[in-house]
């Protein structure tokens, strides 16, 4: 098993980000809101994972509308999470157990609430003005043009004061900055430094692919969907110059770690992005293999996850970002997405199995893993009863919005919505079986899942079969192991229905991963190729499994429901 040799440089190439959203990790005050205190009692538990980097979300001041990625200040703490003196309490927890902190940036929009804006607005020649997007009326006295938010609804709001439209492609209080200003990229990259001096050691940049608009913002020929308006914003003509900048004066001499989520962007830009000839971003984000269920491309309508597409994009990206010196954040769970477990698997009679497989799957990739907070204990998408019960702007719009123009009843868009809502990822972590699952003494922002008492970090921790202890495993087989950093990608199992596979190879080892995505019992045959070139007669060393027995790795394989092995066979020449 030959040991890691990554240059100090691209030290994160070994290492595995958890994600932490605060506002449902731990409540520290009884306030029934997480907070920074919160996370820095947790870090024991953290690095006993085995975790490398700890992705802090937005803390920052903000009214809440988009849970803190509406910023109001950048430079201050919102006192719902504490305090700044709490955050270098933080940073010092993290540097005493060799941790690193990475924080959300998040500079497309900011709050309308925020000073720049409020400046903005107030007069045509305000000094600010020209931060923000601002557009005169069409000649009909509607919008200025015909794109649509993500969230719902124009992506243009009015102003009465100046008679004037300002751009939104969020919620109508995230107002779009325009980076086509100097000022505002100067603005942005003081602040990055800011957080940099005080000893943070990466950035999450926020949808930064939409930082650079079309000039022209003309109306969208609805070729997508109506209004869609996508393709005159997302990599824009000069994303990448913008991205160079901050690189050249903040990410490069600090020696970041960066990571660009990538909203609707293509392969290509992302090996830009990510190869560190661009002096860009450390890796990147992608949304694809996430929107397999999105018939057309629908998040609001509901169908079967395609496995076949899915199986093809991981691939397609594998290769693709292998071949043009890119690198992967590798992700299936985040604050924006259902929990992987419901969604793609079986979070009942086989959840501890699902939980394995989708780990296993996903960490003998190559690129930087994530676990998303709660992934590691195997916690599904909630019970909801009611709508009511919902606090995501994006789910309470769309309920309104699918019945609204889209003809359903109350019924279907409560159905549509619980699967697809971004509350499913975010009730509170589950710590022990105690009121609340141990995250406040108080009324939890957001209600707590009420399997709660069979799901917690306490049951797993006494488990050493547990969800939690099989991700430990996959956690430090990525410092051990060459091949699992520059290992060559390549897929094995032939369009099978239920069966994915892949082996990575550099020549001294090579990795064999098959995972059953089914309930039921199903068999599998290696290629010929594969199995005569880099298998037979060579000694097999079997490095995790999710079943009590694993099967010897043979070229046809028998794999139990939502089985999944992943074996190191050395290559003597």
Known sequence: MSSNNTTPSSWWKTSTVYQVYPKSFNDTTGSGTGDIRGLTEKLDYLQHLGIDIVWLQP???????????????????????????????????????????????????????????????????????????????????????????????????????????????????????????????KAVRDMIKFWAEKGVDGFRMDVINLISKDQRFPDDDGSVSPGDGRKYYTDGPRVHEYITEMYEEVFGPYNMVTVGEMSSTTLEHCIQYSNPASREFSMTFNFHHLKVDYPNGQKWELMPYDFEAMKQLFSEWQTGMQAGGGWNALFLNNHDQPRALSRFADDGDYRAESAKMLATTIHGMQGTPYVYQGEEIGMPNPVWNDVSEFRDIESTNMYRLLQEERGKSAEEAFNIVKERSRDNSRTPMQWNGSKNAGFTTGTPWLKVDERYPSIHVEQQLADPDSIYYHYRKLIALRKKLNVLIDGLYERLDDAHPNVFAYARTNGSETLIVVSNFSKRDVTFSLPEAVWNDHIAGKSVELLIGNTEAAPALTQEISLSPYASYMWLVPQQD
């Open 59 to 185: 803390v920052y001041v903000s009214p809440q509308h988009d849970n803190g990625y509406d910023v109001a200040d950048y430079y201050r703490i919102n006192p719902d999470y504490g305090t700044m003196e709490d955050f270098d309490e933080l940073l010092k927890g993290l540097k005493a157990r060799d941790m690193k902190l990475m924080i959300d940036i998040v500079v497309n929009h900011s709050s309308t609430d925020h000073e720049w804006f409020q400046q903005s607005r107030s007069s045509k020649d305000n000094p600010y003005r020209d931060y923000y997007i601002w557009k005169d009326p069409a000649p009909d006295g509607g919008v200025p043009n015909n794109w649509q938010s993500k969230f719902g609804g124009p992506a243009w709001q009015f102003d009465e004061q100046t008679g004037q439209y300002f751009l939104t492609l969020f919620d109508k209080t995230q107002a779009d900055l325009n980076w086509e200003n100097e000022e505002v990229r």
